[in-house]
């Protein structure tokens, strides 16, 4: 099986729990993209799931290779392709189930990626242009009102009014494939349709294979946002899709400012996100004090970090990790924090710093808590914040901070 | 030299930053940088959303994929993402910034 990626990481874009058993080999070369490091992994996947992998790749003249091993660990080599990889660079430990683990797992796992844009829909409900009759579209004081669809047979498809916020849509025998709940409040929104169901002219979606099917896709309302969003902003929808035949719930799904949340029920599986992130189902059920919170600062992925703060508590992460406040900038939302990194010797290796210096930032638009770590030579939220967007006087950064005293934004989403 | 300091006026949604570029670090050449023809700045790898620009020019560094810099020539054009408010971007050249992070090995950028 040959897949193509586009548009993204080579290994987003394919989705392995289709794949039950076997191996999946990914290969990256310029001819693809020029400014990838050419390499390639190698997947073993038992019971729908990545058991190991090896990520061989090249960087700056040096062959690097990478085996993991999920609930067992990871080593990292470094050394010249000719020569094979002999050097250990990194060998890291962790047991199944961790944070640490699930991270890895998640930042190498291609199926976490297929589903965060939301293409639920897009892949299961379709309905057929050529069973369709007609399509009634509403207008009144000069703008588009609504529209209702119906099929050959006189069965409705849909009728969709303005500022309906929800929906069923049918077959053309009359039985139930989709329900869409959206929920917005759409006071000073410039485009207030809540729900834009099927062949809307300007949204509807063909299907490559077969030009005769569109499929359904609904989605939030675009270009509609509040400069200072309200928490009543928070647009939340929610799509389930039924087996016309036996009415079962095939798939459900929610989603909430474009992130999906909670238990998304897909083709019958089961999977879980926080904030946009998928994670194990062990993760998502597990009690905030099982979870390690120094393993959540460590999280690579801002995203997914922020996910695990979430869940965990910010207030539950201070408290654990024992971190003294530097600085309260209650005004914009900032926490400067120290936290003392212990030295633990043997198997968790701590090199350099003995603190943290951590920078706490609500988002401006989804109100969720972010951290970012800086270095600890800065001693206030304006010194921490600035260093993050590239202001200091290293060689490599952005701003010089001898010429710029600080970013006043225009505007901050 | 304190007078001489500038408060700078720019944009940020979520981890990226726009810039004027003549304020921007004097040593950097952009003249074998590449034309990013997508228009996208970054994709979260988490949550699959991107920042995606409506028009301009956007040029990235082939040695560097997140050194990049924006030739608007129009009027304004919109920085969009799923999860944030959109920006209108003046007409200008303009320097993106991807905000970064502290780590004792190696300092990285944001990832969403």
Not at chain 1, 63 to 72: I, S
Not at chain 1, 132 to 138: A, D, H, I, T
Not at chain 1, 318 to 337: R, S
Not at chain 2, 10 to 33: A, H
Request: with cysteine; aromatic share 8%.
């Amino acid at each position: 099986m040959k897949l193509t990626a586009s548009h993204c990481g080579c290994s987003k874009n394919f989705w392995h729990p289709s794949i039950k058993e076997g191996r999946i080999e990914v290969n990256v070369d310029k001819t693809y993209n020029a400014d990838a490091d050419a390499g390639s992994w190698n997947y073993t996947i038992v019971d729908g799931t990545v058991e190991k992998y090896t990520h061989q790749w090249e960087s700056n003249n040096k062959w690097y290779e990478e085996h993991v091993e999920y609930g067992v660990g990871r080593k990292l080599y470094e050394g010249n392709r000719q020569y094979s990889c002999e050097t250990l660079v990194e060998e890291t430990k962790y047991r199944k189930g961790t944070i640490m683990s699930i991270q890895q797992h998640y930042e190498k796992e291609p199926a976490a990626t297929n589903m965060q844009t939301g293409e639920l829909m897009g892949k299961q409900v379709v309905i057929h242009t050529t069973r369709v009759k007609n399509k009634e579209q509403y207008y009144g004081d000069g703008t588009w009102k609504g529209h209702k669809v119906v099929y050959e047979n006189g069965q409705v498809a849909y009728e969709y009014k303005y500022g309906n916020k929800q929906l069923t849509i049918n077959d053309d025998q009359g039985r139930r494939i989709a329900f869409i709940k959206g929920i917005i409040d759409t006071d000073g929104l410039s485009d207030s349709r809540t729900i834009i169901p099927v062949n809307a002219g300007w949204n509807q979606v063909w299907d490559k294979d077969d030009p005769e099917l569109f499929r359904l896709r609904a989605r939030m309302p675009k270009n509609n946002w509040r400069s200072t969003p309200e928490a009543s902003d928070i647009r939340v929808i929610e799509v389930t899709i039924y087996d016309a035949e036996t009415q079962r719930v095939t798939s459900r799904m929610r989603k909430e400012n474009n992130q999906l949340q909670g238990e998304v029920l897909r083709n019958d599986k089961y999977f879980h996100y926080i904030n946009g992130v998928a994670i194990s189902k062990e993760m998502f059920y597990a009690k905030p004090e099982d979870l390690d919170c120094n393993e959540v600062l460590k999280i690579p992925n801002a995203q997914v970090r922020a996910s695990f703060i979430k869940k965990v508590g910010i207030n539950r992460i201070v408290d654990q990790c024992k971190a003294t406040l530097i600085e309260d900038d209650k005004e914009n939302d900032y926490q400067l924090l120290s936290i003392q990194m212990p030295h633990k010797g043997g198997e968790e290796r701590i090199a350099g710093d003995t603190e943290m210096r951590i920078l706490k930032v609500v988002c401006t638009t989804t109100k969720q808590v972010y951290t970012l770590r800086v270095p600890p030579t800065v001693n206030t939220v304006r010194e921490a914040r600035d260093w993050t967007f590239g202001i200091g006087d290293n060689w490599q950064d952005v701003l010089r901070k001898s010429e710029i005293e600080t970013l006043e934004f225009t505007k901050e989403t | 030299m304190e007078n001489s300091k500038r408060k700078m006026c720019c944009f940020r949604q979520g981890e990226i930053i726009i810039v004027p570029r003549d304020l921007t670090n004097k040593n950097s050449r952009t003249t074998n940088y590449i034309k990013k023809g997508d228009g996208i700045i970054r994709e979260g790898e988490a949550s699959g959303h991107f920042h995606k620009l409506s028009g301009g020019t956007l040029y990235v560094n082939p040695r560097d994929e997140n050194d990049m810099w924006l030739d608007n020539q129009l009027e304004t054009i919109e920085l969009t993402h799923d999860e944030h408010a959109p920006i209108k971007i003046p007409k200008g050249a303009w320097k993106v910034i991807i905000q970064r992070e502290y780590s004792d090995e190696m300092n990285t950028y944001v990832r969403d």
